[in-house]
């Protein structure tokens, strides 16, 4: 959530509030244009018009073989920037013993956990 709030740099900001938006926007419209040229194809199956079904069925393809890859890509390349941005942007948390003298026979280890953050690394 951090990182949707703030992705980093301004370009970035716009990128993924676009790509956002267009995933919003075409994927009900490429659902319902491929529903449309199906219903299209079966109609036109039904009329003996194959050369137009047949066209209508590899629209379909192509117009959903264009969505998946754009999504892909987009999703690989946000999850590329996500990456980079956790690297940087990590909230470090380090547990230190109340006191200064720990017997030999008691590691950091056997401390009793503090609750944390799911954002928190422990160190």
């Not at 629209?59 to 892909?72: G, H």
């Not at 230190?96 to 030999?104: D, L, Q, V």
């Amino acid at each position: 959530l951090q990182w949707l709030r703030n992705p980093g740099p301004q370009h970035e900001r716009r990128t993924l509030f676009g790509d956002m938006v267009c995933f919003l926007f075409i994927t009900p419209l490429a659902t319902i244009s491929g529903w449309l040229c199906l219903r299209g194809a079966v109609d036109h199956l039904h009329f003996s018009s194959r050369l137009e079904a047949v066209g209508l069925i590899a629209l379909t393809v192509a117009l959903f073989t264009i969505y998946l890859f754009w999504t892909l890509v987009s999703f690989k390349y946000h999850c590329r920037l996500y990456n980079e941005w956790r690297q940087t942007n990590q909230r470090v948390i380090l547990l230190t013993p109340k006191s200064a003298h720990i017997p030999h026979n008691q590691s950091l280890v056997g401390l009793q956990p503090l609750k944390r953050n799911s954002k928190e690394t422990i160190v």
